[in-house]
């Protein structure tokens, strides 16, 4: 864990522990990390999903911030919608404008809360489509760092307390073969002992990937995450702390031989941690 990311860390940490508590009681967070015990009654999602290009989306015509949109989303298997090309932002935008003016504030979910300036999605998929309004991102208030979609159907970087509306998109993760696996741990010497230990098996030339974030499914439910790879001759060949969403780990690397790949689930220091690694293996 580094020093620029501690600010991310104590904000996500104390976020998402009232995230959590608040989804597991279904009672939805009226807004930022602000507890409400009571179930949003004006949170209205607009029809039912509707797919486009395999994923399914859903438009939700109730203001939220975009720390609330995004745990809204996550609640019910969803993230916040990721842009990928000029296609889906087209056939987001005659969505939009008929549920919504034209010009109505829709939270996306582009941010750049773990570095500022680097732009990414919530569901991990490369950052390459952007369509800013002409002068965004401009950081005007310094703490600019979530998208919305709303200017003359372009882009604008915007405080995340503020209030829109919001898209949620689901992967289709079966066609993705992502699987994944959670793990508890502890006093683990930054993963070199007393960690948990799960089998990915490989081809030579495949690509596999595995994250407590940075890919669809990854999460951590607390503390400060570290993971390592060990080749099938048990030789490590990967090791990340902290890629993305401040302490959490993402791993990718290219099987040089047909085996098993043991992933390492460990933690920062010897502290105790808790992630959910979601892992793809390519072609
Ligand atoms: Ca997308
Ligand atoms: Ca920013
Ligand atoms: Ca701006
Ligand atoms: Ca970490």
Same mark, same amino acid.
């Given at each position: 864990?580094?020093?620029? #990311?501690?600010?991310? #860390?104590?904000? #996500?940490?104390?976020?998402?522990?009232?995230?959590?508590?608040?989804?597991?009681?279904?009672?939805?967070?009226?807004?930022?990390?602000?507890?409400?015990?009571?179930?949003?009654?004006?949170?209205?999602?607009?029809?039912?999903?509707?797919?486009?290009?395999?994923?399914?989306?859903?438009?939700? +015509?109730?203001?939220?911030?975009?720390?609330?949109?995004?745990?809204?989303?996550?609640?019910?298997?969803?993230?916040?919608?990721?842009?990928?090309?000029?296609?889906?932002? #087209?056939?987001?935008?005659?969505? $939009?404008?008929?549920?919504?003016? @034209?010009?109505?504030?829709?939270?996306?979910?582009?941010?750049?809360?773990?570095?500022?300036?680097?732009?990414?999605?919530?569901?991990?998929?490369?950052? +390459?489509?952007?369509?800013?309004?002409?002068? $965004?991102?401009?950081?005007? @208030?310094?703490?600019?760092?979530?998208?919305?979609? !709303?200017?003359? $159907?372009?882009?604008?970087?915007?405080?995340?307390?503020?209030?829109?509306?919001?898209?949620?998109?689901?992967?289709?993760?079966?066609?993705?073969?992502?699987?994944?696996? +959670? @793990?508890?741990?502890?006093?683990?010497?930054?993963?070199?002992?007393?960690?948990?230990?799960?089998?990915?098996?490989?081809?030579?030339?495949? &690509?596999?990937?595995? !994250?407590?974030?940075?890919?669809?499914? *990854?999460?951590?439910?607390? *503390?400060?995450?570290?993971?390592?790879?060990?080749?099938? +001759?048990?030789?490590?060949?990967?090791?990340?702390?902290?890629?993305?969403?401040?302490?959490?780990?993402?791993?990718?690397? &290219?099987?040089?031989?047909? *085996?098993? @790949?043991?992933?390492? !689930?460990?933690?920062?220091?010897?502290?105790?941690?808790?992630?959910? &690694?979601?892992?793809? &293996?390519?072609?």
């Amino acid at each position: 864990m580094s020093n620029e #990311s501690a600010i991310w #860390s104590f904000r #996500s940490r104390a976020c998402r522990a009232l995230m959590v508590m608040a989804v597991a009681a279904w009672a939805l967070p009226s807004g930022g990390c602000d507890m409400d015990p009571e179930p949003d009654p004006t949170l209205s999602v607009h029809s039912s999903a509707i797919s486009y290009n395999g994923h399914d989306y859903l438009f939700v +015509t109730s203001p939220k911030d975009w720390y609330s949109a995004s745990y809204y989303c996550e609640s019910i298997g969803y993230e916040l919608v990721s842009v990928n090309d000029s296609y889906e932002e #087209s056939w987001l935008h005659q969505e $939009q404008i008929a549920k919504a003016p @034209y010009d109505t504030k829709w939270w996306i979910g582009g941010n750049d809360i773990p570095y500022e300036g680097t732009w990414a999605w919530n569901d991990g998929s490369p950052f +390459t489509f952007v369509n800013w309004w002409p002068g $965004q991102p401009d950081a005007k @208030y310094s703490n600019e760092d979530c998208i919305v979609d !709303g200017w003359g $159907q372009q882009w604008n970087d915007w405080a995340c307390g503020n209030q829109a509306y919001f898209i949620c998109e689901q992967p289709n993760v079966s066609s993705r073969n992502l699987n994944s696996f +959670t @793990y508890e741990t502890g006093a683990t010497s930054n993963a070199t002992t007393n960690t948990y230990q799960y089998s990915i098996y490989a081809s030579a030339g495949q &690509v596999v990937t595995a !994250g407590t974030c940075g890919i669809f499914g *990854g999460s951590v439910v607390y *503390g400060d995450t570290w993971l390592r790879v060990k080749n099938p +001759t048990g030789g490590e060949i990967a090791s990340n702390d902290d890629s993305c969403h401040g302490t959490a780990s993402n791993i990718s690397f &290219v099987a040089a031989a047909t *085996g098993n @790949y043991t992933i390492h !689930g460990g933690c920062y220091s010897n502290n105790s941690c808790k992630g959910t &690694v979601a892992f793809i &293996v390519g072609p």
